[in-house]
């Protein structure tokens, strides 16, 4: 009798200590009354261009992506960077002097998704970061990690508080044991990085960048790397989504003239009709609260993020037809991770269950779509190499171009049946065996030294 009193008013005592925890949110911008800029400098940063780093060739563009798929995708995104610092790279600075560089280190742009997140955002800030990133990370069991705030007082907070949940935890543990409490503001200005969720009240991606978080009337340099990466691997059912906020007060979109082009052609053309509707998604202050889950959920590669540098704003496009300092050299590496298990429904007539369905309409189809993706980059690329365009009659912005190099690391291009076969069985998990990591490290500098592209690339820059 005394016991059976005693437990709901243990239990109430928890949900009165915890019921209104609230998790760490991103910060609004310290004058709420001035929202930021939401249009980006037209600077040459913004052109993919770093004069003042002599040690960088300003006539090559490097854009990397790298896919999702868990540990797996973090360990092929960090071998294949490993393996890309060992290509000799040598150019004439813009003082003369000529620099023994090497093909990672003129990366400009990193695009990352989910699992891939975490070693873009690990690179980007750094080789001291991307040397601790495999044992704080690629060989750790993450799962077991996170398994063990169950029985804790996170696991408390998530039974009793509505607002903190499975993900915040995450978040917490990649703050604090991958990327050691560093923010946005440690990131270097070069390379790029490019870090994406998705939207869930719109089913766009959500991009964490200052121009997005300016939306927001939020503070991106304070928000935690880890939480991002957090956010961008939060697969639904196995985590909650990551929640942001959305302060006040709402910008003038009258004199917001991006907004304005883009909603007079909004009817002609579907991507300015959706700018228009997440700008005034994030406007209406009505929706204080921004829920985000997996990027892989509408891109998997992150190869959506590298054709939008095509685009006029993109850094691609500024760069090509900004006629000072032409471009040479344009790479685009797509580091994917994908895997495809061999599908056994159609042998019964038993229809497929939810894991099965939930892999076809959420992993399987989106696999499709980035496949379409990458043949979209390799036709704007080729498109270069047609182009015959003078720009202000100053000079022709494609004369010094060679061809643009594609450059793809996927398992689907494996040539051995035996490592085919042990790549494709690699889980989409948060921990891989030392042998499952040794899969990974034999097949990826293969899979970059075999590759038609990269051997026209190591061809050139021999000459």
Sequence with gaps: MVSAAILPAIVLILWLVFHNYVPAYN????????????????????????????????????????????????AVGWKALEELAKVDYRFTNTAGQVVESNLAHEIDLVAGISGGSFTAAA??????????????????????????????????????????????????LYDREVFGAKTFAALPSRPILRLHATNLALGQRFTFIPQTFAALNSDLSSYPIGYACAAS?????????????????????????????????ARED??????????????????????????GLVDNQGLQSILDEFDTNGII??????????LQRLIIININAGVAHPDTSGQTAEPPGISSVVKSTMVSSMDVLSARRWMDIKTRCSEFTKA??????????YKDLEEPYRIEISFRNIKDTGDLARAMAL????????????????????????????????????K
């Design 427 to 462: 889980p989409t998990a948060l921990a891989l065996t030392a042998d499952q990591l040794s899969v990974v490290d034999k097949v990826v500098p293969r899979l970059l030294v075999e590759d038609p592209e990269f051997q026209r690339l190591k061809e050139q820059l021999g």
């Design 27 to 74: 910060q609004p911008v310290r004058d709420a009354a001035q929202p930021a800029a939401v249009q980006p400098a037209d600077e040459d940063i913004s052109r993919g261009m770093w004069p003042g780093q002599t040690e960088q060739d300003d006539r090559a563009l490097v854009l990397v992506a790298i896919s999702g798929g868990g540990t797996r995708a973090a």
């Design 388 to 397: 015959k365009v003078d720009v202000r009659t100053a000079a022709n912005s």
């Design 233 to 265: 691997s939060a697969f639904p059912i196995l985590l909650d989504p990551m929640t942001l906020r959305n302060y006040p007060p709402a910008a003038d979109l009258t004199k917001d003239l991006g907004y304005l082009s883009a909603r007079r052609n």
């Design 270 to 295: 579907l991507n300015k009709d959706l700018q228009v509707r997440i700008r005034d998604y994030y406007n209406n202050k009505k929706n204080e609260y921004l829920h985000v889950a997996d990027g």
């Design 123 to 172: 690179w980007c800030l750094g080789p001291e970061e991307m040397a601790r990133f495999r044992k704080t990370f690629i060989e750790r069991d993450i799962q077991r990690a996170l398994a063990g705030n169950f029985f804790s007082l996170n696991g408390l907070r998530a039974l009793f508080s509505p607002r903190y949940s499975r993900i915040n935890w995450a978040a917490e």
């Design 317 to 326: 496009n500024r760069r090509l037809n900004y006629t000072t300092s032409s």
